[in-house]
C-alpha cells in the first residue's frame, strides 16, 4: 500500500494530529521545526532550477518548509491532491482567479460572497481585464444553469454563505458545471473540512480561509487553495510566484499547530451555535435567526446532506430594535467581543448590514442590518447569559 493510500485509511482526527507532520531528521525533534530562512541552498548546476515552480526549496515565496508541511496536512484533510497556501484567505481567492481567467471567460459566482468576491469580480475583473461575471442567487440550481454562457470557465459559490449563512447545492453545481465544461470552486471557510468537503462532493477546489477555523485561535492569517495538481501548478506558477502574497513560515506553523485541534473545536462550535440558535429564536426581542443547523432554515435539507458532523460557529440574527440600541446592546456585552473575523476561539460579534451595498442581494429580513454572531468555545450557558443580560439591558 502506498503512503497516499495508507493515509486515506485513517480517519480525520487521525489526520489532524499526523500529516504533514514527522520527526526532523536533522535534530530527531517529534515536531518538525520552523524554519526561517527566506532562501536555501541552490543545487551544484543552478541551470537546472525552474525559477517559476516550487519543486524543491529554491527561494520563499517559491516555497518554504513550513508551507509545504501545511500544505499536505490540508490536502489530506480536504480530500483534494494537492494545496496551495498563501498569505491569507483573499490571497487563495484572487491567486485562483487570477490563473484561471483570461479577457473573454464568463464566471457565475453567489450573490452572498465574502466582500472581496464581490469586488474582485463585480468590480476589478470585469473592469480591468474584461472577464464577463454574473451574480447568481445559487441557493437555485436552475438559476445557474440558466446563467452559464458557450465561455462560462467558472462557476465560484459560497456555502454557507456569508453573513446569511444561505446555502448552495454543491452536488447539484457541480453537476452543472461539469456537462457545461466549467469548473466549481467553493468557499469552504464557514464549515471547515470537518463539517464539509466540496471536493469529495464534485468540486474541482475548495478555498479556504486558514485565519478562520483551521487556525482557530485568531492570532494568524493564511489562506488555501485543495484540488488537482494540474490546476494547482498553474497557481504555484502564475499567482503564487508573481503576485507574492507569501505566507510566513511563522503563521505556517501556527497554522499547522491550531489545526491538530480542528475536529475537537469544531464539535464544540457545532454543538454550542445550535444550541445559541434555538435559544435566539425563541427570543421576543428577535426578528430572525439564519443558522443552517435550525429545522426552521430554508437551507436545512441541503446543509444536512453535504455537512456531515455539523453546521459550523456562525450564525446571524435580527433585533426588533433601532441603532442606537444595537449599539448599547454589544456594549452591554461582557464576555462576547466586538469584531470582525470568525472561528475563533473566543466569541465574536459584529453589526453589519444597515450601509451595506449589496442588501439588495440579501433576503428581506436582512435589510434593517443585523449582527453576525461567531460562536466560540466557551460554555454555552455563559454566552447565552451574556446575550440575555445584554437584552434585559436594553429592554429587549
Ligand atoms: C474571512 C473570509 C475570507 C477571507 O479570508 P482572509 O484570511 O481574511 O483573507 C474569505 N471567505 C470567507 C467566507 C471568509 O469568512
Not at 453545481?173 to 462532493?201: K, M, Y
Not at 499547522?256 to 427570543?283: C, D, F, Y
Request: hydrophobic share 40%.
Amino acid at each position: 500500500m502506498s503512503e497516499k493510500e495508507f493515509e486515506k485509511e485513517l480517519g480525520f482526527q487521525t489526520r489532524s494530529v499526523h500529516a504533514g507532520n514527522s520527526p526532523d531528521p536533522a535534530t530527531g525533534a517529534i515536531q518538525r521545526p520552523i524554519t526561517m530562512a527566506n532562501s536555501y541552498v541552490l543545487p551544484y548546476d543552478p541551470s537546472t532550477v525552474n525559477w517559476s515552480t516550487a519543486e524543491g526549496n529554491v527561494y520563499t515565496r517559491n516555497g518554504g518548509a513550513n508551507q509545504k508541511y501545511l500544505q499536505e496536512k490540508l490536502a489530506s484533510l480536504e480530500g483534494g491532491e494537492d494545496c496551495v497556501v498563501l498569505g491569507s484567505g483573499v490571497a487563495a481567492l484572487s491567486g485562483l482567479f487570477f490563473s484561471l481567467l483570461e479577457s473573454g471567460d464568463h464566471v457565475v459566482f453567489s450573490s452572498v460572497t465574502y466582500i472581496a468576491v464581490y469586488r474582485l469580480l463585480n468590480e476589478l475583473f470585469n473592469n480591468k481585464f474584461k472577464v464577463e461575471t454574473t451574480i447568481v442567487n445559487t441557493t437555485d440550481p436552475d438559476a445557474v444553469r440558466a446563467a452559464i454562457r458557450p465561455n462560462t470557465k467558472l462557476i465560484h459559490i459560497e456555502t454557507p454563505g456569508n453573513p446569511t449563512l444561505e446555502i448552495s447545492d454543491i452536488r447539484k453545481i457541480a453537476e452543472i458545471a461539469h456537462e457545461n465544461g466549467a469548473l466549481l470552486s467553493v468557499d469552504n471557510t464557514f464549515a471547515s473540512p470537518f463539517n464539509q468537503r466540496p471536493i469529495e462532493l464534485g468540486a474541482d477546489f475548495s478555498i479556504e480561509s486558514l485565519t478562520k477555523y483551521i487556525n482557530g485561535h485568531g492570532d494568524a492569517m493564511g489562506g488555501a487553495i485543495i484540488g488537482k495538481k494540474e490546476y494547482l501548478d498553474i497557481i504555484r506558477a502564475q499567482a503564487q510566484v508573481n503576485l507574492g502574497a507569501t505566507i510566513s513560515p511563522f503563521n505556517a506553523w501556527l497554522i499547522m499547530r491550531g489545526s491538530v485541534t480542528l475536529p475537537l473545536r469544531m464539535k464544540q462550535h457545532n454543538e454550542n451555535t445550535l444550541k445559541i440558535a434555538q435559544w435566539l429564536e425563541a427570543q421576543p426581542g428577535v426578528s430572525f435567526v439564519a443558522y443552517p443547523g435550525l429545522e426552521s432554515n430554508k437551507g436545512h435539507e441541503i446543509a444536512k446532506s453535504q455537512m456531515k458532523n455539523g453546521f459550523g460557529g456562525v450564525l446571524s440574527f435580527g433585533l426588533k430594535a433601532d441603532h442606537d440600541t444595537y449599539n448599547k446592546f454589544v456594549s452591554n456585552l461582557k464576555i462576547i467581543t466586538s469584531a470582525v473575523s470568525l472561528g475563533h476561539d473566543g466569541t465574536l460579534i459584529v453589526f453589519l448590514g444597515e450601509d451595506d451595498e449589496r442588501q439588495y442581494l440579501y433576503p428581506e429580513e436582512f435589510h434593517n442590518g443585523f449582527f453576525r454572531l461567531s460562536v466560540g468555545l466557551e460554555d454555552s450557558e455563559d454566552l447565552i447569559n451574556d446575550l440575555k443580560n445584554a437584552f434585559n439591558a436594553v429592554g429587549l
